[in-house]
């Protein structure tokens, strides 16, 4: 067996950069650490944090492939972030212009939960603790 220590980052990759970019770091929140243009592939990748742990990785190519269908493709599902308060964090969505799918309750734990979607569909969930 492997032995894992943590998760070190989740790749995503975006059909707009700078609306992607604006989503990651202006609406969730993400701070930049390094972002790099690489010609000969014609791609951005931005490295980004939050709360001082590095998270993701966001890629541009030109003309990349649609998502195959939300979210039961094969592959990442989707990404989920843990909150305090999911009524106030939907709210602030709004606020910002994103639509979040009404509040459910994880029938296992109890635990109050909603989705939205990145400019590209990506479906991340917020999962209040």
């Known amino acids: 067996m492997l032995q894992l220590t943590s998760l ?3 790749a995503i990759i975006c059909s707009d950069y700078e ?3 604006k989503f ?3 609406i969730l929140g993400f701070q930049p650490i390094q972002e790099v243009y ?3 592939r014609q791609s951005y990748k931005l490295d980004l944090t939050l709360n001082e742990t590095y998270l993701i990785e966001l890629f541009s190519f030109p003309n990349p492939p649609k998502r195959v269908s939300r979210p039961e493709a094969s592959g990442l599902r989707h ?3 843990a909150v305090e308060d999911i ?3 939907v709210q602030t969505l709004a606020n910002l212009g994103v639509v979040a799918e ?3 309750i994880d029938e296992t734990t109890g635990k109050k939960f909603t989705f939205f979607s990145d400019p590209d569909d990506l479906p991340i969930e917020l999962y209040q603790l």
Do not use: C, M
């Open 87 to 89: 009524q106030k964090e």
């Open 19 to 21: 609306q992607s970019k």
């Open 102 to 104: 009404p509040i459910r």
């Open 8 to 10: 070190h980052h989740i």
């Open 79 to 81: 990404l989920a972030f």
């Open 24 to 26: 990651y770091t202006e």
């Open 38 to 40: 690489r010609a000969e």
